[in-house]
């Protein structure tokens, strides 16, 4: 079985200033993606981001970006120039990538709290 | 553009009532998933279906069943209620079945069980 850890349950930061949330997984695929999805007070799952585990490269989205370890199976998201609207929860996520019906297997979370 | 329509928005039942939770997926998708998120928990995966048909089967407790219409709207329905069934019940789809087709995530429906 799939398992995701985030050691950090809460996180703040100021205003533009650059934060990074940390995510740790344990699995025996070889093929997987990983996320980052953004809950705000609305609780709306909105996702942020996401990496395929063959891609050597590490996604980036607009403010966004990842740095990917497959080997230390390590996946944390770099948030730059913080913004107000980047409070939220953010939970990382693997889904396996056989063929199939994929489900997410989310880690318990990061409260990030941006202020001014 | 559409987004994923979940209906109560918000539930209140009592301990061993039953509850109906509907999905209406974005138009086009044919895969719904259900995940459940206690408070303070992170979510966790339900039950999911592929053109009507049951897909992939996770926590989901026996006095649950679900399934998806010929429309792919879904139902999750909810008997025996328990107080640690209270929960928000969220409903994604997706264009397709594998990893990389994105889920889209509802609002969720929010269930208290008093």
């Known amino acids: 079985a799939q398992t995701v850890t985030q050691s950090q349950p809460e996180m703040s930061v100021q205003e533009a200033e650059t934060v990074t949330l940390s995510c740790t997984y344990d699995t025996s695929e070889n093929n997987y993606y990983l996320f980052w999805y953004k809950q705000p007070p609305s609780r709306q799952m909105i996702l942020v981001i996401r990496q395929e585990a063959y891609k050597q490269q590490n996604a980036t989205e607009n403010r966004f970006s990842v740095n990917f370890q497959k080997a230390a199976k390590s996946f944390s998201l770099k948030i730059s120039d913080s913004q107000l609207g980047d409070t939220a929860m953010y939970f990382c996520a693997f889904m396996k990538q056989n063929t199939g019906f994929q489900k997410l297997v989310f880690g318990t979370g990061t409260r990030l709290l941006v202020s001014p | 553009a559409a987004g994923v329509i979940q209906s109560p928005r918000h539930l209140i039942k009592e301990k061993r009532e039953t509850a109906t939770l509907k999905c209406y997926p974005i138009?086009?998708?044919?895969?719904v998933y259900w995940y459940q998120q206690g408070p303070g928990q992170d979510p966790q995966f339900l039950i999911s279906?592929?053109?009507?048909?049951?897909?992939d089967k996770g926590s989901i407790p026996d006095r649950f069943s679900a399934q998806q219409f010929s429309d792919y709207h879904s139902e999750l329905n909810m008997s025996s209620l328990e107080l640690g069934d209270s929960a928000l019940y969220f409903c994604a789809s997706s264009l397709g079945r594998g990893a990389y087709n994105e889920q889209f995530f509802g609002p969720g429906t929010r269930l208290t069980v008093l």
């Open positions: 279906f592929y053109e009507k048909m049951q897909s």
């Open positions: 138009p086009r998708h044919d895969t």
